[in-house]
T-cell receptor, first 117, second 114 residues
Framework: AQKVTQAQTEISVVEKEDVTLDCVYE???????LFWYKQPPSGELVFLIR??????QNEISGRYSWNFQKSTSSFNFTITASQVVDSAVYFC??????????????FGKGTKLTVNP | AAGVIQSPRHLIKEKRETATLKCYPI?????VYWYQQGPGQDPQFLIS???????DKGSIPDRFSAQQFSDYHSELNMSSLELGDSALYFC?????????????FGPGTRLTVL
């Protein structure tokens, strides 16, 4: 069965610090997709990134970067020079290529990030 | 760019009442997903539709039903509401492209059952 573990429940940092959010996943499938979503205090779920299981290349987008390592089943997310606006709950999610089913997302419990001025 | 639209944004109901949540997917998206997020919880998959047919079902109570219409919008019907149904209900849409596509979420409907 699919499972996503975000061991860090809450993280608090001071503005301009770098912070890494951990995500470890379990799946028996060889083809799967990993996602990160951001949920700010306003409540919406904002898509950040999608990565498929065949693409282990790390990605950088501005202050955000992602490190995907199949060997450790991890897909970690780093925010460089954090800002107050980064304060949110961040969810890691997993989707398997379906065999007749839909591509539903299985979410981790989320990590609440608070960036203090 | 157009996003997923959900209505209403907030809904207050009494126990045992009925509620209907609506979802309008991004144009040209033909797959709709419903998720329920309890307070302090992660979103949990309820049900999905592809081309107006139910494609998968998660932990959705029998009191809930849903459908997707010819214009691809979807409605989640909830009957005999219970206090525990109070949650944020998200709709997401995607378009199948032979491989998993990204699910884009609407702003959610916050349901409060009193």
């Amino acid at each position: 069965a699919q499972k996503v573990t975000q061991a860090q429940t809450e993280i608090s940092v001071v503005e301009k610090e770098d912070v890494t959010l951990d995500c470890v996943y379990e799946t028996r499938d060889t083809t799967y997709y990993l996602f990160w979503y951001k949920q700010p205090p306003s409540g919406e779920l904002v898509f950040l990134i999608r990565r498929n299981s065949f693409d282990e290349q790390n990605e950088i987008s501005g202050r955000y970067s992602w490190n995907f390592q199949k060997s450790t089943s991890s897909f970690n997310f780093t925010i460089t020079a954090s800002q107050v606006v980064d304060s949110a709950v961040y969810f890691c999610a997993l989707s398997e290529t379906p065999q007749g089913g839909s591509e539903k997302l299985v979410f981790g419990k989320g990590t609440k990030l608070t960036v203090n001025p | 760019a157009a996003g997923v639209i959900q209505s209403p944004r907030h809904l207050i109901k009494e126990k045992r009442e009925t509620a209907t949540l609506k979802c309008y997917p991004i144009p040209r998206h033909d797959t709709v997903y419903w998720y329920q997020q309890g307070p302090g919880q992660d979103p949990q998959f309820l049900i999905s539709f592809y081309e107006k047919m139910q494609s998968d079902k998660g932990s959705i109570p029998d009191r809930f039903s849903a459908q997707q219409f010819s214009d691809y919008h979807s409605e989640l019907n909830m009957s005999s509401l219970e206090l525990g149904d109070s949650a944020l209900y998200f709709c997401a849409s995607s378009t199948p492209s032979g491989v998993t596509d990204t699910q884009y979420f609407g702003p959610g409907t916050r349901l409060t059952v009193l």
